[in-house]
């Protein structure tokens, strides 16, 4: 089992639609947790961060966090265009460095 | 500069050829990381430093690959011996101390072993 299991996508979602990127992960150790969104050819951007259970929201962005579950989850409102890329979940390892372990990524695809 | 400075931005190398790609990381920035990203693939930790030390390399695939920070700023991953599988993305980020806090990637170098 990888440490960070991500659907490779792609998702496609009609625009202004809510988009939901979901991650679960295998280390109960793991406290933080992050979200980077990759377009094509460019390096990772970090979206957003949480560390506690329950939801966080910034803008269209929300995550969300169940450590009992182990799960992750981003949700896009109004989703737009711009928004296509690679959605990267990642955790912060157990070991307090900040080295990330990361997914594979799910590919978003907002339709016009 | 204001962000993360890697180089090349592409290298293209025969089998066989040692090659080197260097960091720049955004200044002050106490950590360094190295990932390695595959087509279609999350990156994947190769090593870590803080300042000069390098405090993890348990992500190194094999003996051919070795970084150094040895100032505590730029950092150099040389690969020795390309092969074929080494082919990928590598990229730099850099941060402040601590597990919480946010890492900026750099642009990454494509590196192409024919």
């Known amino acids: 089992q990888k440490e960070v299991e991500q659907n490779s996508g792609p998702l496609s979602v009609p625009e202004g639609a809510i988009a939901s990127l979901n991650c679960t992960y295998s280390d109960r150790g793991s406290q933080s947790f992050f979200w980077y969104r990759q377009y094509s050819g460019k390096s990772p951007e970090l979206i957003m961060f949480?560390?506690?259970?329950g939801d966080k929201e910034d803008g269209r962005f929300t995550a969300q966090l169940n450590k009992a579950s182990q799960y992750v989850s981003l949700l896009i409102r109004d989703s737009q265009p711009s928004d296509s890329a690679t959605y990267l979940c990642a955790l912060g390892g157990s070991s307090n460095t900040g080295k990330l372990i990361f997914g594979q990524g799910t590919t978003l695809q907002v339709k016009p | 500069g204001a962000g993360v400075s890697q180089s090349p931005r592409y290298k293209v190398a025969k089998r066989g050829q040692d090659v080197a790609l260097r960091c720049d990381p955004i200044?002050?920035?106490?950590?360094l990381f190295w990932y390695q990203q595959a087509l279609g693939q999350g990156p994947e930790f190769l090593t870590y430093?803080?300042?000069?030390?390098?405090?993890?390399k348990s992500g190194l695939p094999s003996d051919r690959f070795f970084a150094e920070r040895p100032e505590g700023s730029v950092s150099t991953l040389k690969i020795q011996r390309t092969q074929q599988e080494d082919s990928a993305v590598y990229l730099c980020a850099s941060s402040f101390v601590g597990v919480n806090t946010e890492a900026f990637f750099g642009q990454g170098t494509r590196l192409t072993v024919v």
């Open positions: 949480i560390y506690s259970n």
């Open positions: 430093f803080q300042n000069e030390a390098q405090l993890d």
């Open positions: 200044s002050g920035h106490v950590s």
